[in-house]
Structures are given as C-alpha cells and as structure tokens.
C-alpha cells in the first residue's frame, strides 16, 4: 500500500502562484504514474495533469500553459507549479499515484489539499 501526503495547498489572490507537493511512502514497487486531479463544490473531479517516471504528462485542457508538473523519481515526488491562478482553480487537490505506467488511472489517492482562489 502506498501513502500519498499532499502539501503546499492554501489561499491567494488571482492571478498569484502556488505549488503544491506531494511525497508518495517508500514502496516496494517502482511508482510509476503520479498526478493531479481536483474536485470544485459540486463539481466532479477532474484532471489536472499527470506524470510518468518517464518523464511524459499530460494536462487538463483548463490549464492553458499555467501549470507544470514534475517528478523527482529518486524521491518519489511529483510537484505542481501553478501560475496564474484563476477563481475557477478553486477546489480540493488530490495526489494520485500508480504502479502503471499512466497519465491519469491512479489506485493510490492523498487526502486532498484546499486551494482556494480569491481576491
């Protein structure tokens, strides 16, 4: 079983920046996908972006260049750079992560982090 702890989540004012981390538990198989999915009030949830240990990704069509996701294989890491935060950024950020070699099917899932967008 895998342990996802999110960080870096809070408030800022349009237009402002925030990263979020997020560190998955030593496991005993490779990690291999990890990313970002987001869920606003009433909303489903959605993906943000994905990474593989391969070092491809993928991006929620919302994002229009604002955000960048990375990975730290070593560390089993992945990080989320956004910029340019919107109000309609607002919601719950979750962390997923995968044994799989994907972009955004993850069985591994973090508590979720509040960011909030306002001015």
């Known amino acids: 079983q895998v342990q996802l702890v999110e960080s870096g989540g809070g408030l800022v004012q349009p237009g402002g920046s925030l990263r979020l981390s997020c560190a998955a538990s030593t496991s005993r198989f490779a990690i291999n996908g990890m990313g970002w999915y987001r869920q606003a009030a009433g909303k489903q949830r959605e993906l943000v972006a994905g990474v593989t240990s391969g070092g491809n990704s993928k991006y929620g069509d919302f994002v229009k260049g604002r955000f960048t996701i990375s990975r730290d294989n070593a560390k089993n890491t992945a990080t989320l750079q956004m910029n340019s935060l919107k109000p309609e950024d607002t919601g719950v950020y979750y962390c997923?992560?995968?044994?799989?070699?994907?972009?955004?099917?993850?069985?591994?899932w973090g508590q979720g982090t509040q960011v909030t967008v306002s001015s």
């Open positions: 997923g992560a995968s044994y799989e070699y994907t972009l955004s099917e993850y069985e591994f």
